[in-house]
């Protein structure tokens, strides 16, 4: 196996491991036995497991991204559908998933921001990245015409994120997709809605 794989495939399972057990309960030696990586190749491409953790957070980041660009940019659909198919795919995804995968970015703030400033500043910056396209899409939907003028749009999209990662929370408690579904729901009739008041 080449380094690049061997770096690869120790992100891949350790985002494996880390997502089925949280981080701090993740053990180094576990994700070492599964890629198949003796220790000593673990330090020649992380420093520490903290230094892991980051790229396994950057790699998941760079992912969700890739999928947020994919479907919200897909100028093919207008402003509005676009999201409403990035929500839909999620919720599939959850489905495939039996409700466990979830969001490993979500998961990681909730274990890790009070412990580790420098894991708190990196999934502050992630989140806020995701925000960003979520605020560019709405942006592109006042544009069109499909929602309101009287509206912030950053705290629009901050609130869409928050009420999302909540939903995808709630739904691996409950291991129903019914939390998602009800997000999108009263996302797109309640609060994206275009106002009937004169």
């Not at 959850?94 to 990681?108: A, H, R």
């Not at 806020?128 to 003028?149: H, K, M, P, Q, V």
Request: proline share 2%; net charge negative; charged share 25%.
């Amino acid at each position: 196996m080449k380094r690049t794989d061997k770096r690869s495939e120790l992100i891949r399972v350790g985002r494996e491991i880390i997502g089925q057990r949280g981080f701090n309960s993740a053990s180094l030696n576990d994700i070492l036995t599964t890629a198949g990586v003796p220790k000593g190749s673990f330090y020649y491409y992380f420093a520490s497991k903290e230094d892991f953790g980051v790229a396994i957070i950057d790699d998941f980041a760079l992912q969700y991204q890739t999928k947020l660009k994919h479907l919200l940019e897909d100028e093919q659909f207008s402003p509005l559908t676009r999201l409403r198919n990035f929500f839909e795919s999620k919720i599939t995804e959850m489905e495939t998933s039996n409700c466990t995968d979830g969001c490993l970015i979500g998961n990681l703030a909730q274990e890790l921001s009070a412990q580790n400033e420098l894991f708190r500043d990196r999934l502050n910056q992630v989140f806020a990245d995701w925000e960003e396209y979520f605020a560019r899409c709405l942006r592109a939907a006042y544009e069109t015409g499909e929602i309101d003028s009287d509206r912030n749009l950053d705290d629009l999209a901050r609130f869409v994120l928050s009420s999302w990662e909540g939903a995808i929370l709630q739904a691996k408690v409950t291991k129903s997709v019914v939390p998602m579904q009800t997000f999108v729901k009263i996302l797109f009739h309640q609060v994206l809605g275009k106002s009937t008041s004169s």
